[in-house]
């Protein structure tokens, strides 16, 4: 059974305890896990501190933190179809998608590290004669990162490439559901020749791992991708400590199909913005709102599109869509499926979990039109659409809002003055019009209400991990006038 180690303060260490990891293709453990707790935590938090204020790190100008995060980049491209078969085999997660993914991981690493020498500060137009004031960014400080197992590399990657840039430092918790690549990424990050104590990465349990991060008193700012109920913990634990967050959570995102749409094209999408990665996207497309006059005909495409998905081993490249990566998560997804069609919802295709062993479950599409089903409210995180249709814009409108999320959605659509009105009107963090699942390292990305707050992507990711100080320097050579009158 292969074995992983963690990686603390430039060394790969074995954690305080090990656990094994499963393949959700076959239920069976295939490697075994360091796990860290309470104390491994501490000692990852302080050498990122350690290496925060002292050493080589502070001293190294922007441009040459920009060329050891170019460097990184080269080495994610040169060892991406290793990540992407350690990513497949401990989550599940297709190979033909994490090899692309991976890939374009680089890319992120490459922008990240053109920005390092540009984040400026700026001269400010004082109102007083004899001062000359500006600004400066400086790192925030010791930064958690605590990553999710879908898109780990790719969710860790928009967290650990603009902290590094600004000069940070971080502790990097990968899930303990599937946390292979990014262990073995920190062997990259090693070569690549950060200094020790720069990036650390972990992994372990909530209670003994996750909690002590959030909460260390070295900890300045908390960036976490996850499920909102977690996020409400990693709150909680930053009042300890004051550290800021960023907080990248679920969704329950819209998809917006009008009549005149190319819906060859949008069924194309839509089988994208759910069936990919099995579901287990954050952004997933899960409510399909489509205009009631093609409704019977849009579903029919959709429907023979979903029960031709090819299902099969994650490692297959013909396979499209794998299992979840845990029997938890599949269980979860048929209560769901089970709620909602006791509310009234039909099943059009799927829904049910299949014989055979592995964390399996079908392309499944729920008619909920004129029901309250639970299915149009409450995050799948699996291969499984919820329908329902409208007559008018205004409708279409108000059923994309009926939701406590607002990460993303998609409007397709001919018109190009009804896109205007639907890009103004959602509430979510991204909308994409005629596409959708398109990401960019230079295109922000996040949301609003329980989705969550902050930014990854883009140069605003990179001042979210600094703090502005502000200087004073008295240019008069006169003595200082009367020292009770603020100046």
Same mark, same amino acid.
């Given at each position: 059974?292969?074995?992983?180690?963690?990686?603390?303060?430039?060394?790969?260490?074995?954690?305080?305890?090990?656990?094994?990891?499963?393949?959700?293709?076959?239920?069976?453990?295939?490697?075994?896990?360091?796990?860290?707790?309470?104390?491994?935590?501490?000692?990852?938090?302080?050498?990122?501190?350690?290496?925060?204020?002292?050493?080589?790190?502070?001293?190294?100008?922007?441009?040459?933190?920009?060329?050891?995060?170019?460097?990184?980049?080269?080495? =994610?491209?040169?060892?991406?179809?290793?990540?992407?078969?350690?990513?497949?085999?401990?989550?599940?997660?297709?190979?033909?998608?994490?090899?692309?993914?991976?890939?374009?991981?680089?890319?992120?690493?490459?922008?990240?590290?053109?920005?390092?020498?540009?984040?400026?500060?700026?001269?400010?137009?004082?109102?007083?004669?004899?001062?000359?004031?500006?600004?400066?960014?400086?790192?925030?400080?010791?930064?958690?990162?605590?990553?999710?197992?879908?898109?780990? #590399?790719?969710?860790? &990657?928009?967290?650990?490439?603009?902290?590094?840039?600004?000069?940070?430092?971080?502790?990097?918790?990968?899930?303990?559901?599937?946390?292979?690549?990014?262990?073995?990424?920190?062997?990259?990050?090693?070569?690549?020749?950060?200094?020790?104590?720069?990036?650390?990465?972990?992994?372990?349990?909530?209670?003994?791992?996750?909690?002590?991060?959030?909460?260390?008193?070295?900890?300045?700012?908390?960036?976490?991708?996850?499920?909102?109920?977690?996020?409400?913990?990693?709150?909680?634990?930053?009042?300890?400590?004051?550290?800021?967050?960023? #907080?990248?959570?679920?969704?329950?995102?819209?998809?917006?199909?009008?009549?005149?749409?190319?819906?060859?094209?949008?069924?194309?999408?839509?089988?994208?913005?759910?069936?990919?990665?099995?579901?287990?996207?954050?952004?997933?497309?899960?409510?399909?709102?489509?205009?009631?006059?093609?409704?019977?005909?849009?579903?029919?495409?959709?429907?023979?599109?979903?029960?031709?998905?090819?299902?099969?081993?994650?490692?297959?490249?013909?396979?499209?869509?794998?299992?979840?990566?845990?029997?938890?998560?599949?269980?979860?997804?048929?209560?769901?499926?089970?709620?909602?069609? &006791?509310?009234?919802?039909?099943?059009?295709?799927?829904?049910?979990?299949?014989?055979?062993?592995?964390?399996?479950?079908?392309?499944?599409? #729920?008619?909920?039109?004129?029901?309250? &089903?639970?299915?149009?409210?409450?995050? /799948?995180?699996?291969?499984?659409?919820? =329908?329902?249709?409208?007559?008018?814009?205004?409708?279409?409108?108000?059923?994309?809002?009926?939701?406590?999320?607002?990460?993303?959605?998609?409007?397709?659509?001919?018109?190009?003055?009804? &896109?205007?009105?639907?890009?103004?009107?959602?509430?979510?963090?991204?909308?994409?019009?005629?596409?959708?699942?398109?990401?960019?390292?230079?295109?922000? /990305?996040?949301?609003?209400?329980?989705?969550?707050?902050?930014?990854?992507?883009?140069?605003?990711?990179?001042?979210?991990?600094?703090?502005?100080?502000?200087?004073?320097?008295?240019?008069?050579?006169?003595?200082?006038?009367?020292?009770?009158?603020?100046?």
């Amino acid at each position: 059974m292969r074995g992983f180690q963690a990686y603390i303060d430039g060394a790969f260490t074995e954690g305080e305890a090990r656990f094994a990891s499963l393949d959700p293709a076959t239920g069976e453990a295939w490697a075994q896990m360091p796990e860290a707790r309470e104390a491994d935590v501490d000692r990852a938090v302080r050498a990122a501190d350690r290496a925060l204020r002292e050493g080589e790190w502070p001293r190294l100008t922007a441009s040459a933190r920009g060329k050891l995060l170019y460097r990184l980049a080269d080495l =994610v491209a040169e060892n991406a179809q290793a990540l992407a078969e350690l990513e497949t085999r401990d989550t599940g997660k297709i190979i033909r998608e994490t090899s692309a993914q991976i890939a374009y991981v680089a890319e992120y690493y490459r922008y990240y590290a053109g920005l390092a020498d540009k984040i400026e500060g700026a001269v400010l137009p004082i109102d007083k004669p004899d001062m000359e004031v500006w600004t400066r960014r400086e790192p925030i400080g010791v930064v958690a990162a605590i990553v999710p197992w879908n898109s780990q #590399l790719f969710l860790a &990657a928009v967290k650990i490439g603009p902290a590094l840039a600004a000069g940070c430092t971080l502790v990097v918790k990968a899930s303990e559901d599937g946390p292979a690549p990014l262990l073995h990424f920190a062997r990259l990050v090693h070569e690549a020749g950060f200094p020790a104590g720069v990036v650390n990465v972990l992994t372990g349990f909530g209670p003994s791992c996750g909690s002590a991060l959030t909460r260390h008193p070295l900890v300045a700012h908390v960036a976490f991708t996850g499920g909102p109920e977690t996020a409400r913990h990693v709150v909680r634990g930053s009042a300890d400590n004051l550290a800021s967050t960023s #907080l990248e959570l679920g969704g329950k995102s819209p998809f917006l199909v009008f009549a005149d749409a190319d819906l060859d094209s949008a069924a194309n999408a839509q089988v994208a913005a759910i069936f990919a990665a099995t579901g287990q996207s954050c952004v997933a497309g899960s409510r399909l709102i489509v205009e009631r006059s093609v409704k019977e005909r849009f579903l029919a495409i959709l429907k023979e599109k979903a029960e031709r998905v090819a299902i099969g081993a994650p490692l297959d490249m013909g396979t499209e869509v794998g299992p979840l990566c845990t029997r938890r998560q599949r269980d979860h997804i048929q209560a769901l499926v089970d709620r909602s069609t &006791a509310a009234g919802a039909r099943v059009l295709a799927g829904g049910r979990v299949p014989e055979g062993p592995g964390h399996y479950y079908p392309p499944t599409i #729920l008619d909920c039109d004129g029901t309250s &089903a639970p299915a149009l409210a409450e995050e /799948f995180f699996g291969p499984v659409l919820s =329908v329902v249709s409208f007559e008018t814009e205004g409708e279409a409108l108000a059923l994309a809002n009926d939701t406590a999320f607002g990460l993303a959605s998609g409007v397709f659509t001919a018109s190009l003055t009804r &896109a205007h009105r639907l890009i103004r009107g959602i509430r979510a963090g991204v909308v994409w019009v005629n596409t959708y699942r398109a990401v960019s390292p230079i295109a922000p /990305f996040g949301g609003t209400k329980l989705s969550g707050h902050g930014r990854e992507g883009g140069l605003a990711a990179a001042l979210d991990y600094t703090r502005t100080k502000t200087v004073w320097l008295r240019t008069s050579d006169d003595p200082i006038p009367d020292p009770f009158v603020m100046r």
